[in-house]
């Protein structure tokens, strides 16, 4: 699972397996696509939409192993 959030300077990102594991945390965008270039691409894009239709969540799987 992908996190982005704020930070002080702009947007965070954070990663955790499915069994909860920590990737990454907390990296700038710099910081993940100097660490992480697999997921900086992912994120650089992608496109975000809604279903419209209640309780319908979309959900962008990724499987990635390290």
Same mark, same amino acid.
């Given at each position: 699972m992908i996190t982005i959030k &704020?930070?002080?300077t702009g947007?965070?990102?954070s &990663?955790?397996?499915t069994d909860g594991k920590t990737l990454f945390?907390?990296?700038s965008l710099e910081q993940?696509? &100097?660490q992480v270039p697999e997921i900086h691409e992912l994120?650089?894009?992608a496109v975000a939409s809604g279903s419209r239709k209640p309780?319908?969540?979309i959900d &962008?799987?990724?499987h990635l192993t390290r």
């Open positions: &704020a930070g002080p947007p965070v990102y &990663a955790k397996t945390e907390n990296l993940l696509r &100097a994120i650089k894009t309780g319908v969540v &962008a799987g990724l």
